[in-house]
């Protein structure tokens, strides 16, 4: 026991006075993870949240104009342009206050995707900067991953890069990949469920589209089978919901934050990845 808490503590400590940044989910805003930058500050790792507004997200129906949105083959840029910009920008800013030392990329819900969208193909998206000089790892919160075989809620954006950038993509490149998702939640898709079930019922449908399972389990938001990347580290958790409520754990709780935190410093401590930390 005593060896497993060394460590625990050599694990977490080791990011001490690193740096991440943030990219915030679908509907959110930079204010929605005031606690994900107090938790980082308690475990010293300076958070940069994409300073995203709510009211932005309607920037998204502008794609509605063009065709590829009805024949659900949207590019990311298309839809998303103005929030990969933010993104960029916030991205190397972090970097230089890191002393131009990569930083850790996270994404929460569909800032996951996103940040994969960001890291592109080895060059961070609409720039000249190497994916690799920028960003040391990516760890996805809740991230639904995967595309739905029924209807894609993203248009294609969500296809397009599973298909130019699937899974650990970048891993060949030195870029360190954790994918968390949580079981909290397990409903039955066969059978009538109240009014709040039902709910968590739709948002796992419109995900996962038809399924032939009967009981279907998440983070009440996001299925837990289409949350891991191919090839990451793949953390599971029991009792994390995907949005802070309450007292109720989220992906941010600061226990939470050094259960991935420590899976990620363990991955990075390979003697290939130690300078990238």
């Not at 309607?58 to 083959?73: D, I, S, V």
């Not at 990451?232 to 007292?247: A, G």
Request: charged share 20%.
């Amino acid at each position: 026991m005593f060896f497993i808490l060394c460590f625990y503590f050599l694990c977490v400590s080791s990011f001490r006075h690193s740096r991440l940044v943030l990219l915030p989910g679908y509907g959110c805003c930079k204010n929605d993870y005031r606690d994900f930058i107090k938790n980082g500050e308690k475990l010293e790792i300076a958070v940069d949240v994409v300073p995203i507004e709510r009211w932005e997200w309607l920037k998204t129906t502008r794609a509605m104009f063009g065709l590829n949105y009805w024949n659900y083959q949207c590019e990311p840029y298309e839809m998303f342009d103005w929030y990969l910009q933010k993104s960029k920008k916030t991205l190397f800013d972090s970097v230089s206050k890191n002393n131009g030392k990569p930083v850790i990329l996270c994404g929460h819900s569909a800032g996951g995707w996103l940040a994969r969208t960001l890291m592109n193909d080895g060059t961070i998206y609409d720039s000249i900067n190497k994916t690799n000089t920028c960003i040391s790892s990516l760890v996805t919160l809740g991230t639904p991953n995967k595309v739905s075989l029924y209807k894609e809620n993203t248009r294609g954006c969500l296809r397009y890069v599973n298909t130019n950038f699937p899974d650990c993509f970048l891993q060949n490149q030195n870029i360190h990949y954790v994918s968390v998702g949580s079981s909290v939640k397990s409903i039955s898709m066969k059978e009538t469920l109240d009014l709040k079930d039902q709910m968590i019922k739709q948002s796992y449908q419109s995900i996962l589209g038809h399924t032939s399972e009967n009981i279907v389990s998440g983070d009440g938001i996001i299925p837990l089978c289409h949350t891991f990347l191919e090839g990451s580290i793949q953390i599971t958790l029991f009792d994390v919901y995907h949005f802070q409520y309450k007292s109720k754990k989220c992906y941010w709780d600061e226990k939470v934050m050094k259960i991935w935190l420590s899976a990620l410093m363990e991955l990075s401590s390979l003697p290939s990845a130690r300078n990238n930390i």
